[in-house]
């Protein structure tokens, strides 16, 4: 999972501190960044993933 569409912002964003810090990306956030685009470009279909995160 990724965080960004675009190359140049998944590279400096995700890519590179994740390489420095060995860290994983975290769905947590993929799925709070993916329900926030759906919601706000009217042209994406609504985020209904197969699974959910729960505390």
Known sequence: ???YRDLL???LLEVIP???SHG????????CLRW???KR????PEFN??????A
């Open 1 to 3: 999972m990724d965080y």
């Open 41 to 44: 470009e009217p042209h994406l």
């Open 18 to 20: 994740n390489t420095i």
């Open 49 to 54: 993933p197969l699974y959910t995160v729960e």
């Open 24 to 31: 994983k990306t975290d769905p947590k956030v993929v799925y």
């Open 9 to 11: 912002a998944h590279g």
């Open 36 to 38: 926030m685009a759906a």
